[in-house]
């Protein structure tokens, strides 16, 4: 099965009823505390969310209303300090550092404001990177590489380096290395935050043309332009959700 494939079966057996949500948040709390033990920062405060396969969803709020930490644990980049995260109908918060590394590994593809390319690798090695990391042989990474990198077209770039790509390129090589993986959900952290307006209106008619597939897709950003562009906003205040809405997208005009 293709990668187009496997991002268009997972939305048919959603619409099916066939599977249970993406990511379950359930009374997720985040505290971060002093040395001597007492509370410095309720980051998160009893968070309550459901994302559901085939959803644009875009996370919302001021400068440490906690939508970073949400995205964070989101991503299995960090842990709850209680509560539960059931991805893929598993509880996260209960695996081990290793299980919890190859689980996030197959089920979320992350991107990241920086690109985090190595600038030594060519686009195609530093998109093959996720399945090195899963053992996979040679062939088949390349194979896949191409594949991911023809999704985001740019696939005539084969055997360039990031220092030899524009930076909307770069964040195209750093979404297909994100893609790679076939995850069930990808998640973005201000992923225009570095580009003009004009690249980053392509970066997003990208977002668009993946979600149109069937793609799960989470986005953390300030830009209320993004905001518009998903299917469901979700707003961050002091810890906890303000709002949960969903609305009807507004399209990028392509550059």
Do not use: W
């Amino acid at each position: 099965m293709s990668m187009t494939e496997a991002i268009q079966a997972g939305a048919v057996a959603e619409a099916a009823g066939a599977g249970p949500a993406v990511a379950q948040l359930i009374d997720l709390r985040k505290t971060y505390f002093k040395p001597d033990g007492s509370v410095m920062v309720e980051a998160l405060r009893g968070v309550n969310i459901s994302i559901n396969q085939g959803e644009y969803v875009a996370i919302m709020g001021a400068s440490g209303s906690g939508k970073s930490t949400l995205m964070y644990l989101l991503g299995c980049l960090d842990r709850p300090t209680s509560g539960q995260y059931l991805l893929d109908g598993r509880d996260v918060a209960q695996m081990s550092d290793q299980d919890l590394s190859r689980f996030r590994g197959r089920k979320i593809g992350f991107i990241f404001q920086s690109f985090n390319l190595i600038p030594q690798l060519t686009i195609e090695e530093n998109v093959e990177v996720p399945l090195f990391y899963q053992g996979m042989e040679k062939a088949e990474r390349r194979e896949r590489a191409i594949e991911a990198l023809k999704l985001v077209e740019l696939d005539h770039r084969l055997g360039h380096r990031p220092s030899e790509l524009s930076g909307g390129q770069q964040q195209r090589a750093a979404i297909a290395r994100a893609l790679v993986t076939r995850p069930l959900v990808l998640m973005a952290d201000e992923p225009t935050g570095n580009l003009d307006s004009a690249t980053g209106t392509a970066i997003l008619r990208t977002f668009e043309r993946l979600h149109e597939s069937g793609m799960t897709i989470v986005i953390v950003t300030h830009d209320p332009s993004i905001g518009r562009r998903a299917g469901r906003v979700i707003r961050m205040k002091d810890g906890d959700v303000e709002s949960d809405v969903e609305q009807v997208r507004e399209t990028a005009v392509p550059a």
